[in-house]
């Protein structure tokens, strides 16, 4: 179902025309910070993660899933494909409320364009208790 969805976002991209046309089956390649270090947080605190991602191929890079590892993970992606050369941020949210343990290590995984198609970032933060 996954791959289906982001064959109908290529697919919808394609078809609007212009310079910053996509086609099914380009890939193309990127660079993305793959920690992002909380430090020490207070248990009940949200950690505000940013991962920057910088397209270094030829094609646009369509990022078409960012998922967290638990309920205590959000992501988000950007809306628009990242031109080749530019940049672009994922963000994700742990609440540490929702977490266990004093260290944690939660993942967000991103599916786009790529090969290989699916990167894995980790966020990290040694948790203090109340």
């Avoid at 994922?90 to 995984?109: C, E, F, L, Q, W």
């Amino acid at each position: 179902m996954k791959k289906l969805l982001f064959l109908l976002i290529i697919s919808g991209i394609s078809a609007c025309g212009g310079s910053n046309e996509v086609e099914i089956g380009n890939k193309t390649t990127m660079i993305v910070e793959s920690v992002y270090d909380a430090g020490t947080v207070m248990k009940g605190e949200v950690i505000d993660a940013e991962f920057k991602v910088k397209n270094t191929g030829n094609y646009p890079l369509v990022i078409a899933e960012v998922q967290g590892s638990c309920s205590c993970t959000v992501a988000e992606k950007p809306t628009e494909p990242i031109q080749p050369g530019g940049e672009g941020v994922i963000k994700a949210k742990v609440n540490t409320d929702k977490t266990s343990g004093s260290m944690i290590s939660k993942s967000v995984r991103i599916v786009a364009n790529t090969e290989p198609s699916v990167t894995e970032v980790i966020i990290r933060a040694k948790v203090k208790r109340k």
